[in-house]
């Protein structure tokens, strides 16, 4: 299915691996080891062959009459009674050969008497129903007049996931497919048209009614049967198949976008060539589309004939008719078993849609990934995983949409495409025309891989959020340097921390250079890398195989102050690297685009830098860097960039004017952790006394007692006491005394 217009384990997997692992702890669902009948539901004691339905519509009103006919297999001895969802419908009669059957509804699920059959007998069962009285509920089968959204009167059905019961008696799920097909003969008034799954057989004409016949002769799950009927207009395209087979594509659009439509489905060949060149051919006899408004999602894979908004043709949009079209095999021919596996449905279908990116636009599926699934980081994708979701939740984008294509891509990189791919095309044909659990994949899997996969499955599939990287790069400090040395920092949403091959590469001036593939599922780790070339920048996860929050943090400049003939950068602590820093190192240029050299002779402990001996009223820029604190040669790349003109002496030339006023101005940085830097200003040459009191109004130092000329003066404070000891965190005050007047401006202290 898709969303209104676009813009596991799983399970089991033993092995030492898996023994050795605190994982193992918690009990896991294990749904791949139960026998199929028996995984879900122990009443249902037969498996469905074909549903036939023979319905007739009003299309003047809501009104729907029909005969469903179920043809089935028993499974156990002495069956006498078919249990069927059923909601909101009136059965009228049950027969079976002809004869009148008892047939009793409660709670949505209607039970109908048939003769005992034996394990392996086949029976059929005739269900003359029509639509109840549904209230308000509108489900299941929807009619509208023509008006508004609707630009002509259009019915059609909505199954997905358990609403087929609303409009026919069926078993409603999954993992019961009619293992023969369904038909529909839909009788509507002369003037529409239907289309629903498999082929059209015929159409016959009578007293101003039409009959509509279509035939599935693959197997189908209840959710994916559908038929629509409107004053379609209609025509027929084919594609073809890698293996030279011809398939015939049917489209259903109303008139007035039929012109619009022929463009926009232009690509279907095209989409279906790529799909079957990855994962096998085409699997059902025909692929079409029908368009419909109102509607509330945007497409739905409904077998061999989606459903689409009609605002996808006018929206043109190529990505929702693929994610539809790649159901044909992630949905409709290999079916999620469960409702719990709807990732293997809708995350196969998304991660399509990147598939058909990397065929159309010649580039890797990471960026599309990164543009359009960003939401599995948000939403209910933080507190739920993706398997076994709430089954109000099977449709949540952010979980089983983007995370669930997230998952697929990332078991693409970790199994590499020479893996990958041959798996896909196993899995198909392993499940084709059934129906896989999560634990069916998991296993298909490791067998490709040759090794568990449990790692991976548990950790994505079973656990909600995602891992954050924080990667600080460490570079020579010779501009030429041929290495980098990374530590990156992993937490997660969850705290427990992820386990992931991920690759690095080198940017040189020869482009990225080869992927280097590290385990990253360490709290804290650190790798150096190599090249015969400079290194500018290390790439973590170039090709964006890990779903992760990701940040590479660089220190932050905040700040230069002006002073006479001299500048001071302040910066904030660099907190990115727990390991800590050995200090700072500042570089000054005369442009913003460099060349920079470094003013400090050795790291610079403290968070700012007085630069001296500067020319008054000249720019200059300023950058900082934090070095590694077990290598002082390596440093992180710049900050950013800050430009600023030193003051001359007030009133000479080339100097600011004289201040107006004795003023005391904020201390910076505040609050400050090793020292902090104090501007006042004199209006005429005095006596000035600038102190530090603590909080209870005692003296803690005197920084600055003498007569000074008038102009802007600057005195530092590096948290210490007159008697050199470091001062306790908190609050202080500093007082300027000066030309008879006493201010005071509050400073924070943090240890
Ligand atoms: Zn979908």
């Known amino acids: 299915m898709g969303m209104r217009l676009l813009v596991l384990t799983m399970i089991t997997a033993a092995g030492a691996l898996a023994a050795a692992s605190p994982r193992e702890m918690r009990p896991l669902p294990r749904l791949g080891d139960m026998p199929a009948a028996a995984r879900f539901d122990s009443t249902h004691a037969y498996d469905v062959q074909s549903y036939s339905l023979d319905l007739a519509l009003a299309m003047t009103n809501d009104s729907l009459y029909g005969r469903q006919r179920i043809t089935a297999v028993s499974r156990s001895t002495g069956?006498?009674?078919?249990?069927?969802?059923?909601?909101?419908?009136?059965?009228?009669?049950?027969?079976?050969?002809?004869?009148?059957?008892?047939?009793?509804?409660?709670?949505?699920?209607?039970?109908?008497?048939?003769?005992?059959?034996?394990?392996?007998?086949?029976?059929?069962?005739?269900?003359?129903?029509?639509?109840?009285?549904?209230?308000?509920s509108r489900r299941g089968y929807y009619w509208y007049p023509q008006g508004g959204e609707a630009l002509r009167p259009v019915a059609y059905t909505m199954s997905a996931p358990q609403d087929a019961r609303w409009w026919m008696p069926c078993f409603d799920e999954p993992w019961d497919k009619a293992d023969s097909g369904c038909a529909f003969a839909v009788t509507a008034p002369d003037g529409y048209t239907v289309a629903a799954n498999g082929l059209l057989q015929d159409t016959v004409c009578a007293g101003g009614r039409t009959t509509w016949r279509w035939k599935e002769r693959a197997a189908i799950a209840t959710y994916l049967m559908a038929f629509h009927v409107s004053q379609y207009a209609h025509w027929a395209d084919t594609a073809r198949t890698m293996g030279g087979d011809t398939v015939p594509l049917a489209y259903y659009v109303w008139p007035s976008d039929s012109a619009a439509a022929r463009l926009v489905f232009d690509s279907v060949p095209v989409m279906l060539a790529c799909y079957d060149s990855l994962f096998g051919p085409y699997p059902f006899a025909k692929y079409g589309m029908a368009a419909v408004a109102p509607f509330m999602f945007g497409g739905m894979e409904n077998q061999g004939m989606t459903t689409i908004h009609r605002g996808w043709i006018t929206g043109n949009d190529q990505y929702g008719i693929a994610h539809e079209l790649s159901h044909m095999w992630w949905g409709d021919l290999v079916t999620c078993g469960t409702w719990a596996d709807i990732w293997l449905n809708e995350g196969f279908a998304?991660?399509?849609?990147?598939?058909?990116?990397?065929?159309?636009?010649?580039?890797?599926?990471?960026?599309?990934?990164?543009?359009?699934?960003?939401?599995?980081?948000t939403g209910n994708a933080l507190t739920h995983p993706v398997y076994d979701p709430p089954l109000a939740l099977i449709y949540d984008y952010s979980m089983e949409y983007a995370k669930g294509a997230w998952v697929v891509h990332m078991l693409r990189g970790v199994m590499g495409d020479a893996q990958f791919f041959p798996m896909l095309r196993a899995y198909r044909d392993s499940f084709a025309f059934g129906t896989a659990v999560t634990a069916d994949l998991q296993r298909l899997a490791e067998r490709h891989h040759g090794g568990p996969l449990d790692w991976f499955f548990d950790q994505w599939l079973l656990r909600p959020g995602h891992p954050s990287y924080t990667a600080v790069c460490y570079h020579r400090t010779h501009p030429d340097s041929l290495s980098v040395t990374v530590r990156l920092r992993q937490t997660s949403t969850t705290g427990e921390l992820y386990g992931m091959p991920v690759a690095f590469a080198c940017s040189t001036d020869a482009g990225l250079g080869p992927r280097l593939t590290r385990w990253v599922g360490l709290p804290s780790q650190e790798w150096t890398f190599d090249d015969t070339l400079?290194?500018?920048?290390?790439?973590?996860?170039?090709?964006?195989?890990?779903?992760?929050?990701?940040?590479?943090?660089?220190?932050?400049?905040?700040?230069?102050?002006?002073?006479?003939?001299?500048?001071?950068?302040?910066?904030?602590?660099?907190?990115?690297?727990?390991?800590?820093?050995?200090?700072?190192?500042?570089?000054?240029?005369?442009?913003?685009?460099?060349?920079?050299?470094?003013?400090?002779?050795?790291?610079?402990?403290?968070?700012?830098?007085?630069?001296?001996?500067?020319?008054?009223?000249?720019?200059?820029?300023?950058?900082?860097?934090?070095?590694?604190?077990?290598?002082?040669?390596?440093?992180?790349?710049?900050?950013?960039?800050?430009?600023?003109?030193?003051?001359?002496?007030?009133?000479?030339?080339?100097?600011?004017?004289?201040?107006?006023?004795?003023?005391?101005?904020?201390?910076?940085?505040?609050?400050?952790?090793?020292?902090?830097?104090?501007?006042?200003?004199?209006?005429?040459a005095g006596a000035?006394?600038?102190?530090?009191?603590?909080?209870?109004?005692?003296?803690?130092?005197?920084?600055?007692?003498?007569?000074?000329?008038?102009?802007?003066?600057?005195?530092?404070?590096?948290?210490?006491?007159?008697?050199?000891?470091?001062?306790?965190?908190?609050?202080?005050?500093?007082?300027l005394t000066a030309g008879g007047r006493r201010l005071v401006r509050a400073m924070q202290l943090i240890r």
């Open 350 to 377: 998304s991660y399509c849609e990147a598939l058909y990116y990397e065929h159309a636009a010649a580039n890797g599926p990471g960026q599309y990934m990164a543009q359009n699934f960003g939401s599995a980081m």
């Open 79 to 136: 069956l006498d009674t078919i249990v069927l969802n059923c909601a909101g419908l009136t059965v009228d009669s049950v027969f079976q050969d002809g004869a009148a059957r008892g047939f009793r509804i409660a709670n949505d699920t209607l039970y109908a008497g048939i003769a005992p059959a034996g394990a392996g007998e086949h029976f059929a069962l005739d269900i003359h129903y029509r639509l109840g009285n549904r209230g308000a």
């Open 534 to 684: 400079p290194v500018r920048r290390l790439v973590v996860d170039p090709d964006n195989y890990v779903l992760k929050a990701f940040s590479a943090p660089v220190p932050q400049l905040k700040r230069v102050v002006r002073g006479s003939y001299l500048l001071t950068p302040v910066w904030s602590r660099f907190g990115a690297d727990a390991a800590g820093v050995a200090g700072y190192n500042v570089y000054r240029g005369n442009s913003a685009a460099g060349p920079f050299a470094r003013v400090n002779a050795s790291p610079v402990d403290d968070t700012l830098y007085d630069d001296t001996g500067l020319v008054a009223n000249v720019m200059y820029y300023y950058a900082i860097t934090a070095v590694c604190d077990g290598d002082t040669c390596r440093e992180t790349r710049f900050s950013n960039i800050t430009g600023q003109k030193p003051l001359g002496v007030a009133g000479e030339p080339g100097g600011p004017p004289l201040p107006a006023a004795v003023e005391l101005r904020p201390n910076a940085p505040n609050p400050f952790e090793r020292g902090t830097a104090i501007e006042f200003d004199l209006p005429a």
């Open 688 to 735: 000035a006394t600038l102190s530090v009191y603590n909080a209870a109004g005692q003296l803690v130092r005197v920084l600055l007692d003498a007569r000074l000329p008038a102009g802007r003066h600057s005195a530092r404070w590096d948290g210490r006491d007159g008697g050199g000891r470091r001062a306790a965190a908190g609050m202080y005050l500093c007082r």
